[in-house]
């Protein structure tokens, strides 16, 4: 079955720009995750969907950081302006459900703020 | 609380050798502990998991060892080949609402021919 996918794979703006990322889950997966991994750290949940609704969006910068999965299928997330600390990969994931507990990551976006 | 607290930070071992990398948490709702392991370039994979109902599971050259008394995990990697050089990081959940995973903050693994 094809994997989690993301584009773009890298991302180099100025910071107070703004920019989005795509994410594709696993087809069937009702749970979608966005994690941001700083370079030396674990990932960290930035906010979690159920189908089309956020079930936790408790560490999303929101006065900064978007995210939308209207369908129930596909996920963007944004970040309008960007500050140099979100120079960070951004990973995307898909579970089937919140209660199937392994969660499939993709590649992720490498995002540079400049 | 929600913190999973992870060390070394990196580890260089022969090939042939054993690792092992420790995991500590604090918050005892957590009910799954997942290690992943992560190539460069690539997102985290799922190596293998526990539930704090057995104290060790075993698959192939991986194992993990949990206490729950003492709040601990750990990965072993019998006989480690240079291919399990990567990022290993462990990880806690307490399922529940919203099955949120809390990752440590890695440990860089090289195994040497």
């Known amino acids: 079955e094809a994997g989690v996918a993301q584009s773009p794979r890298y991302k180099i703006i100025e910071k107070r720009q703004s920019v989005a990322f795509w994410c594709n889950p696993i087809?069937?997966?009702?749970?979608l995750y966005w994690y941001q991994q700083i370079l030396g750290q674990g990932p960290k949940l930035l906010i979690q969907?159920?189908?089309?609704?956020?079930?936790?969006d408790s560490q999303l910068p929101k006065d900064r950081f978007s995210a939308e999965r209207l369908k129930g299928v596909d996920s963007t997330l944004k970040i309008q302006p960007a500050k140099l600390e979100d120079s960070a990969v951004y990973l995307c994931?898909?579970?089937?459900?919140?209660?199937?507990?392994?969660?499939?990551f993709g590649q992720g976006t490498r995002l540079t703020v400049v | 609380q929600q913190q999973v607290k992870q060390s070394p930070q990196s580890l260089i071992v022969q090939k042939g050798g054993i690792s092992i990398i420790n995991c500590a948490y604090e918050n005892t709702a957590f009910d799954y502990f997942p290690w992943y392991q992560q190539f460069p370039g690539k997102g985290p994979a799922l190596l293998i998991a526990?539930?704090?109902?057995?104290s060790e599971k075993k698959e192939g050259r991986f194992t993990i060892s949990f206490n729950k008394s003492a709040k601990q995990f750990s990965l072993h990697i019998m006989d480690s080949q240079p291919g399990d050089s990567a990022t290993y990081f462990c990880?806690?959940?307490?399922?529940?609402?919203?099955?949120?995973?809390?990752f440590g903050t890695g440990t860089l693994l090289a195994v040497q021919p």
């Open positions: 994931a898909s579970s089937l459900t919140f209660r199937n507990t392994e969660a499939f």
């Open positions: 990880a806690a959940s307490n399922g529940g609402a919203t099955n949120k995973l809390i």
């Open positions: 087809s069937g997966h009702a749970t």
């Open positions: 526990i539930r704090p109902d057995v």
């Open positions: 969907f159920q189908n089309n609704g956020v079930v936790d």
